[in-house]
């Protein structure tokens, strides 16, 4: 580091300024035939919509292949498992837990179960904040009503993922 700052700064070992570089080189002493330095390729469409939300999202990016649900719920729980600090991980599950309970056992009872507000405290802090928590609630049927603001899962969604929903809990 010593050897890079001079007293008044940054002082570089070469000349930074091309035409003063370049002067006195005899014309045709360029290899023009050399491989030339591969430019950045220009970056792809970004979709403003999703970057509004907080998310980068290429347009001309390939999508990741959809997994079906029962795969789904373990790679979403298998990530969970990576929070290790201050329990994070492990509350994400246990609120997950509840969740699926809830609507697997109550669900046909009252829709307060089938449903979790996203503006909830709980919900952000504890599921929402940790990659994986919403991926798991979307495999096993919950699906994000935007203009209620709330993820739901309906009763046909239920009768239809009964068996994944016990499995989930297992």
Known sequence: LAGKLGVDGYAPSIDQNDSRRDEGVP?????????KAPTKAAPG????AALNQGK??????????ELPPPQAVDKAIKTIQKYKTA???????????AYVRNAATKGDQDPKFRTIPLENAAFKKR?????????LLRA??????????KLELSLE????????????LS
């Open 157 to 168: 969604k239920r009768e239809a993922n009964k068996a994944l929903l016990a499995e989930t």
């Open 45 to 48: 469409r970004v979709d403003v």
């Open 56 to 65: 980068v999202v290429s347009v001309d990016a390939p999508k990741a292949p």
């Open 140 to 149: 096993v049927g919950f699906a994000k009503d935007e203009a209620a603001g």
């Open 127 to 135: 599921v929402a904040g940790l990659v994986g928590g919403v991926t």
């Open 27 to 35: 014309e045709g002493a360029v290899d023009e035939d050399a491989p």
């Open 87 to 97: 329990g994070d991980g492990g509350v994400c599950l246990k609120t997950l837990g």
